[in-house]
């Protein structure tokens, strides 16, 4: 009888042992923002625990204009996310984390002013989110942006210009209604009368997992607008090529964020710019004269079997990324990146033009750093 008393004893005092470690690794939004900030301060240990959130870029870079985490609670799991936005926007960031800290989306391509807001809709839970910059130094845009957050993971399903400001004129473009295979939006405040209260779809692609529209009604106008505005500009924030309609491309193991303007090319062979020859997708824009190349590393093989030029440092973690020094031949700019992730590896390797490098190097930085692997 003793025996039996003291194995339940055991047990009670193993379970509330278990139960209150479970409860010690989980984090709450205070917890959370002490991480981030130690990874801001360089703590490596806090940032391979946020999965590599800060870069080298950002440590040591207190001046942010908004650091903001915010928590939800849906079917007795907590999610929460982190906005760091900075008067440079190339420094912006916007994470997904659950109380878990398991990582779930990053997104380094936000400008200006940011906001944002859990949403529900029957069982699915999306959190909208707001970009407000200038362009033209008095033109104020706004673009706004949808992710959805799945059990492990998320996505971002809709993106596209929300508001234009043009001497106190005001265009709207409202989100009305998300359903599975649809998004519906209404203009107002348009002044060309025939797309005033025009109603726009956008539909569910299943390739892309995101929803696209055919007829881009809103996006079109604003460029027209911006195109037609007569103004000497003095400052300006947001160069023309950031109202390019950004479309995430997923493809079997990885998706990158390009352009409409992007020529898709599958199945591409190369051998003159690697030390082996790989096959692989090119994404080519001519008028930019820069391309794209995606490898899917053989198993057994690294970057280094490939690469001309040797890599830096690689981030720790899960998610694994490093890359080459930018590098010159002929009349190119090259970088060469690889991501690794689980038994996973894939290299990215960039060419532009060196005429048109600098001119275009922060929508290219942007489409670098939208490039992820699945784990």
């Given at each position: 009888?003793?025996?039996?008393?003291?194995?339940?004893?055991?047990?009670?005092?193993?379970?509330?042992?278990?139960?209150?470690?479970?409860?010690?690794?989980?984090?709450n939004s205070i917890k959370l923002r002490e991480l981030v900030l130690q990874a801001i301060a360089g703590d490596y240990d806090a940032n391979l625990s946020l999965n590599g959130l800060i870069s080298t870029k950002h440590v040591g870079i207190n001046d942010y204009n908004q650091f903001t985490?915010?928590?939800?609670?849906?079917?007795?799991?907590?999610?929460?996310?982190?906005?760091?936005?900075?008067?440079?926007?190339?420094?912006?960031?916007?994470?997904?984390?659950?109380?878990?800290?398991?990582?779930?989306?990053?997104d380094k391509s936000l400008n200006g002013n940011l906001s944002a807001e859990w949403s529900t809709s029957g069982s699915r839970l999306f959190v909208f989110l707001q970009e407000r910059f200038l362009?033209?130094?008095?033109?104020?845009?706004?673009?706004?942006?949808?992710?959805?957050?799945?059990?492990?993971?998320?996505?971002?399903?809709?993106?596209?210009?929300?508001?234009?400001?043009?001497?106190?004129?005001?265009?709207?473009?409202?989100?009305?209604?998300i359903t599975e295979g649809y998004i519906l939006t209404k203009l107002n405040g348009i002044s060309d009368k025939t797309l005033d209260n025009q109603q726009d779809t956008f539909y569910f692609n299943i390739e892309s997992r995101n929803y696209l529209s055919k007829s881009n009604y809103f996006n079109k106008y604003v460029k027209k607008e911006i195109r037609q505005f007569n103004?000497?500009?003095?400052?300006?924030?947001?160069?023309?090529?950031?109202?390019?309609?950004?479309?995430?491309?997923?493809?079997?193991?990885y998706q990158i964020a390009l352009g409409s303007d992007w020529e898709e090319i599958p199945f591409f062979n190369e051998s003159k710019?690697?030390?082996?020859?790989?096959?692989?997708?090119?994404?080519?824009?001519?008028?930019?004269?820069?391309?794209?190349?995606?490898?899917?590393?053989?198993?057994?093989?690294?970057?280094?079997?490939?690469?001309?030029?040797?890599?830096?440092?690689?981030t720790t973690g899960e998610y694994q990324m490093r890359s080459t020094e930018i590098y010159e031949s002929d009349n190119n700019h090259y970088q060469i990146f690889e991501h690794i992730c689980g038994e996973r590896k894939f290299m990215l390797l960039f060419e532009c033009s060196k005429d048109t490098y600098l001119s275009n190097k922060r929508l290219l930085d942007q489409i670098i750093s939208s490039f992820r692997i699945e784990c």
């Amino acid at each position: 009888m003793m025996r039996q008393l003291l194995l339940v004893i055991v047990a009670i005092i193993i379970f509330t042992f278990s139960c209150c470690t479970d409860s010690d690794e989980r984090i709450n939004s205070i917890k959370l923002r002490e991480l981030v900030l130690q990874a801001i301060a360089g703590d490596y240990d806090a940032n391979l625990s946020l999965n590599g959130l800060i870069s080298t870029k950002h440590v040591g870079i207190n001046d942010y204009n908004q650091f903001t985490i915010n928590e939800f609670t849906l079917n007795n799991k907590n999610y929460f996310y982190v906005i760091l936005e900075y008067t440079d926007p190339t420094l912006n960031l916007f994470a997904i984390y659950d109380a878990d800290l398991n990582f779930y989306l990053l997104d380094k391509s936000l400008n200006g002013n940011l906001s944002a807001e859990w949403s529900t809709s029957g069982s699915r839970l999306f959190v909208f989110l707001q970009e407000r910059f200038l362009t033209k130094d008095v033109v104020s845009l706004d673009r706004f942006s949808i992710y959805e957050i799945f059990p492990e993971s998320a996505l971002l399903i809709y993106r596209s210009l929300s508001r234009l400001v043009i001497d106190k004129n005001i265009s709207e473009q409202t989100v009305e209604g998300i359903t599975e295979g649809y998004i519906l939006t209404k203009l107002n405040g348009i002044s060309d009368k025939t797309l005033d209260n025009q109603q726009d779809t956008f539909y569910f692609n299943i390739e892309s997992r995101n929803y696209l529209s055919k007829s881009n009604y809103f996006n079109k106008y604003v460029k027209k607008e911006i195109r037609q505005f007569n103004w000497v500009i003095i400052k300006p924030e947001i160069p023309a090529d950031m109202l390019e309609d950004a479309i995430i491309i997923n493809r079997p193991g990885y998706q990158i964020a390009l352009g409409s303007d992007w020529e898709e090319i599958p199945f591409f062979n190369e051998s003159k710019l690697l030390l082996s020859s790989l096959s692989g997708t090119k994404f080519l824009n001519t008028s930019l004269n820069s391309s794209f190349l995606i490898f899917e590393i053989p198993a057994g093989k690294g970057a280094e079997n490939y690469s001309p030029q040797p890599f830096g440092e690689s981030t720790t973690g899960e998610y694994q990324m490093r890359s080459t020094e930018i590098y010159e031949s002929d009349n190119n700019h090259y970088q060469i990146f690889e991501h690794i992730c689980g038994e996973r590896k894939f290299m990215l390797l960039f060419e532009c033009s060196k005429d048109t490098y600098l001119s275009n190097k922060r929508l290219l930085d942007q489409i670098i750093s939208s490039f992820r692997i699945e784990c």
